[in-house]
C-alpha cells in the first residue's frame, strides 16, 4: 500500500472565505430596497426616501394607538395542563398616537414595486408588491 503525500492549498481557502465574505456584503440589510444607487433601510427618515426615490405614486394616511406603558403578561395555569395568558388589567395606563404613512413607489415594468410604511417620520417596513407597470 502506498501512500500520498497530502498537500495543503492555503489559497482555496482564502479565495472561498473571500467569495463568502463578498456575498455577505451585497446581501444589504432586511427591509431595504434600492433606489437607484441608493439603499433605504429600516429606521430611515421619510425625507431620505423622498430625496432618493422622489415622489411615490400612492400615499394612504391614518393614525392607530399603541399602548404607551406596557406591563407584561401574566400566565395562569389550571386544572389539566390548561395555560392561559391574562393581561393585567391596570387604570394608569398611556395610549400614543402613531401617524401611520404607506407609500407606494413603481419603479416600471421591469421591477418590483414598494410599499414603504412610515411610522412618526421614519421607515418601519417596506414591503415588496408585485411587477409595476408603465404610467
Request: hydrophobic share 35%.
Given at each position: ?121 421614519f421607515v ?8 409595476g407597470f408603465?404610467?
Amino acid at each position: 500500500m502506498r501512500l500520498r503525500k497530502v498537500t495543503r492549498r492555503p489559497w482555496r481557502q482564502l479565495l472561498l472565505v473571500a467569495t463568502c465574505g463578498l456575498l455577505l456584503l451585497a446581501t444589504g440589510p432586511a427591509f431595504a430596497f434600492r433606489c437607484g444607487l441608493k439603499l433605504v433601510a429600516t429606521g430611515d427618515h421619510y425625507s431620505k426616501v423622498l430625496k432618493h426615490c422622489g415622489e411615490p405614486i400612492g400615499v394612504q394616511e391614518r393614525r392607530i394607538y399603541g399602548e404607551g406603558r406596557t406591563r407584561p403578561r401574566v400566565l395562569l395555569e389550571g386544572p389539566n395542563g390548561l395555560r392561559v395568558e391574562r393581561e393585567v388589567l391596570a387604570y394608569d395606563r398611556s395610549y400614543v398616537e402613531i401617524e401611520v404613512e404607506e407609500w407606494t413607489y413603481n419603479f416600471g415594468p421591469r421591477r418590483l414595486m414598494q410599499l414603504v410604511r412610515f411610522e412618526n417620520g421614519f421607515v418601519a417596513e417596506t414591503e415588496e408588491l408585485g411587477y409595476g407597470f408603465r404610467p
